[in-house]
């Protein structure tokens, strides 16, 4: 076991460096330049030396290869450089203050559409064209075909503008400063309900229909006909015997989720001003600030190749079967 | 040091100039009490308010103001703002509270060049030297300045704090604590705006005309409208042999209803452009040639350039037929529209015209600095000085410079060269009311509109007195009735 992820962690290197090598050549194709977004081109004011010698600053002049080197290099040493954009911050500090509202959000999604769609799944699955199967079916539909920003705004409109119960968008009320600690508390939930709520809604529809899918498969299974034939209790059977099998594929799908966890979702931080990583990278990308892209790229791949290798370990964990073929392999 | 109009509005409330402009936009004293130009207009001399202190305590002096001078002509210093100062010959401080500057030429925009915001030199002297300005704390953690307000806070993506100087050297600003909010998304600004969640925003024309009519909304907040400080145009490339004929230019302008395109695109919140300068400002004048809508008379110049309709209405010349290509750029739908429209209406003459809209950046890179264009729809931004030389004048038309629609016309050269050279404003108005002339008989560009900024601002809030400097000139004498307010602060 220890092998093989080790093996599998050798060969992520490559990886990553494909993956970061194709984003910077992508990234500086792309056409407008850092140097030339900030001077304000077409302003009157615009000034060449100035746009020269921020080239110059941000190592722009040099050739491509030379400038992935030099990225390369630095961050080899775990120094992912400085924005472009007018704060000039580290890119690593800015990460690390959008990163934790990112995840909390995330996190919490993800286990509100796992504690959602596995009994939605198995219920549906069990109760295979009952009227609760149809209407899920239906919401799953709906789900899966309604925009997130049109959601989101409707939301908004009915539970903030009309009802006035909740909050529309930030993290904070403008005077949260002098709120008593409970009010505090309570306001910053309250700003996380409704971007939440949309997210979960997204995710909800899918989930569900992969859960209600490997339920119906497993099932139909010889040894779910055993258990009930031992005289097992309906509940027991589902509960234990084939929802365990059945959770397989969702451990795979939920391990590919793991670095959308990172990434934050950028229409629902848009819509609800919320400061995660999501608006870093759209902010970034728009201002052609390549520090803070590569930044993101570069933890969000390494996760998304961690996230994978896990997802791989802890399913042959799960599943014996692919256990013992591995070892087999390797012998 | 900010770049964007959002963290410029916040620094005006950090930081003062030497000078300023008033509800009017007449140049007044801010941190200077007075000044006095040199009958060659070669010296300027400013005499500094004694009682002006920075955040720290420090007293403001004139050595902060060389050092300001100083930080903006060296190259290491990211500023958009470095030409202006680039005409002093040097900045010298006579004692604490006079500041004389020689200019190596008569420069217009000497005053105004003032209006930069002072930096402290106690403060930002060491990374200045060092070359490394955009790496002070001042840029974010604490900006010290000499405003009204105080910076409190900074969360990036969310918000920016800043509260009453109880020490501001005109007197403390009446409301106490000002929050910035990061909003990315216009329709979730709309929606606070609907929640009463925020108190002053901008909106979009339909917003104005459409959205908020209803008593609810102008009962919560005072909607404002003034003339903005950019213009729409369409633009044509002067290289092009059809557009080098001014008759075709001008049957062009005729064969376009300016108004009822305002009415279309903007819902009718803009004024008509007659020229590049806005209506109402000292520079600007309305008696220039015009070119109402009148199709038999575009028709009519257009013959006369050699271009006569073929059997399907067709204009053609030499057996070619009059199409071309009007770009503009992405993500902006009034542009969008503006084209729509001006394709329609020359339509109507027998010209095709075929829209491209293209991404900002590589419209800019492909096709405007590569000269690729036919025609286009774009904006000016204008300043608060009539100076125009770099849109204008012909030595402007590399492939970097602005002037990239290849304008050439010496009356106009020599009228920006004499306007950018006196400091005399009658003499100015005089040179730059012939410039206004000059364009609108040349017509090397269409100037469609001017649209006006639309904000609205919470009803709580009194005390704005609206005028054509717009309604945040006396941002500090803005106030809430006691019974009105909503938030505590401390």
Not at chain 2, 15 to 43: H, M, P, Q
Not at chain 2, 218 to 238: H, Q, S
Not at chain 2, 254 to 273: P, S, Y
């Amino acid at each position: 076991m220890l092998g093989y992820a080790l093996r599998r962690l050798l060969i992520a290197i490559p990886l990553l460096v494909g993956i970061t090598f194709v984003s910077f050549l992508v990234i500086h194709l792309a056409p407008g330049e850092p140097a030339e977004i900030q001077t304000g081109d077409l302003s009157i004011q615009s000034d060449k030396q100035m746009r020269e010698r921020l080239r110059e600053e941000y190592g722009l002049d040099k050739p491509l290869p030379v400038q992935y080197w030099n990225w390369v290099k630095r961050l080899s040493r775990l120094d992912f450089g400085k924005s472009f954009s007018p704060d000039a911050r580290p890119v690593l500090q800015k990460i690390g203050e959008r990163l934790p509202v990112t995840l909390l959000l995330n996190v919490v999604e993800m286990l509100l559409i796992i504690a959602l769609s596995v009994p939605i799944g198995v219920l549906s699955a069990t109760r295979q064209y009952s009227t609760f199967d149809k209407v899920t079916t239906v919401f799953v539909f709906v789900g899966f075909a309604t925009p997130d920003f049109w959601f989101a705004l409707l939301l908004i409109m009915l539970f903030g503008v009309q009802l006035d119960w909740l909050p529309i968008s930030g993290l904070r009320q403008i005077n949260w400063e002098y709120f008593s600690f409970w009010r505090q508390q309570w306001d910053f939930l309250s700003h996380l309900i409704l971007p939440i709520t949309v997210a979960t809604f997204g995710g909800l529809a899918g989930f569900s229909r992969y859960m209600r899918q490997s339920m119906l498969e497993v099932i139909r299974q010889d040894y779910v006909q055993t258990a009930r034939a031992k005289g097992l209790a309906e509940r027991v059977v589902i509960g234990k015997h084939a929802l365990r099998n059945a959770l397989l594929p969702i451990v795979t799908i939920l391990g590919l989720s793991l670095p959308g966890l990172i990434g934050g979702s950028i229409i629902v931080e848009s819509i609800f001003a919320i400061p995660g990583m999501g608006q870093l990278m759209v902010q970034a990308v728009f201002e052609r600030d390549y520090p803070v892209i590569m930044g993101n790229l570069v933890v969000v791949s390494t996760l998304t190749l961690v996230a994978n290798l896990v997802a791989d370990v802890t399913y042959s964990l799960v599943d014996p079967r692919i256990r013992v073929a591995g070892r087999r392999s390797r012998r | 040091m900010l770049s964007d109009s959002a963290s410029f509005e916040v620094g005006g409330l950090l930081y003062n100039g030497l000078v300023t402009r008033d509800k009017n936009l007449n140049l007044i004293g801010d941190i200077a009490e007075s000044w006095t130009f040199s009958r060659d207009c070669l010296e300027l001399t400013l005499q500094l308010k004694k009682n002006v202190r920075w955040h720290d305590g420090r007293p403001f002096t004139a050595d902060d103001a060389v050092f300001t001078y100083e930080t903006m002509i060296d190259p290491r210093t990211p500023t958009a703002y470095r030409e202006d100062f680039k005409a002093v010959a040097s900045a010298v401080a006579q004692d604490p509270y006079t500041l004389r500057v020689r200019y190596k030429e008569p420069y217009a925009k000497a005053l105004q060049t003032w209006e930069t915001w002072m930096l402290p030199r106690h403060v930002l002297e060491p990374y200045a030297r060092a070359g490394k300005l955009r790496d002070a704390p001042q840029n974010r953690a604490s900006p010290v300045g000499t405003g009204p307000y105080l910076f409190r806070e900074w969360r990036p993506g969310e918000k920016v704090v800043l509260v009453a100087n109880p020490d501001y050297f005109q007197g403390r600003p009446y409301l106490s604590r000002i929050v910035y909010r990061i909003i990315p998304s216009q329709a979730t600004i709309f929606l606070e705006l609907k929640a009463k969640g925020v108190d002053m925003a901008g909106l979009t024309a339909l917003q104005y005309s459409r959205q908020t009519d209803y008593p609810a909304f102008r009962k919560a907040y005072n909607k404002y409208r003034y003339p903005g400080n950019a213009y729409t145009y369409l633009g044509f490339n002067l290289k092009d042999p059809r557009f080098r004929d001014v008759r075709v230019r001008r049957a062009l302008a005729h064969a376009i209803d300016k108004r009822q395109l305002i009415e279309f695109v903007i819902g009718g919140l803009g004024r008509e452009a007659t020229g590049p300068y806005k209506p109402g400002t000292w520079a600007y004048t309305a008696d220039v040639r015009t070119y109402p809508y009148d199709l038999a008379r575009a028709r009519a110049l257009l013959a006369e350039a050699g271009w006569k309709p073929d059997s399907e209405g067709i204009l053609v010349k030499d057996g070619r037929p009059f199409q071309f290509e009007l770009m503009t750029n992405q993500g902006n739908d009034e542009r969008k529209r503006v084209a729509e429209i001006v394709q329609a209406s020359l339509k109507e003459l027998g010209v095709q015209v075929d829209i491209r809209v293209i991404e900002w950046a590589s419209l800019l890179k492909e096709y405007i600095k590569k000269r690729r264009f036919d025609a286009i729809i774009l904006g000016w931004g204008i300043g608060l000085d009539p100076d125009q030389f770099n849109i204008w004048h012909s030595s402007k038309t590399a492939p970097d410079e602005l002037n990239f629609i290849s304008y050439a016309n010496p009356e106009v050269d020599r009228l920006l060269e004499d306007g950018r050279r006196s400091c005399v404003q009658a003499d100015r108005t005089k040179y730059y009311r012939r410039l206004q002339e000059v364009l609108a008989e040349d017509q090397p560009l269409i100037f469609l509109y001017f649209r006006d900024a639309l904000p609205v601002v919470s009803s709580r809030v009194k005390g704005i007195t609206p005028a054509p400097a717009g309604i945040r000139h006396n941002f500090t004498e803005w106030f809430v009735p006691r019974h009105l307010q909503r938030y505590t602060a401390g």
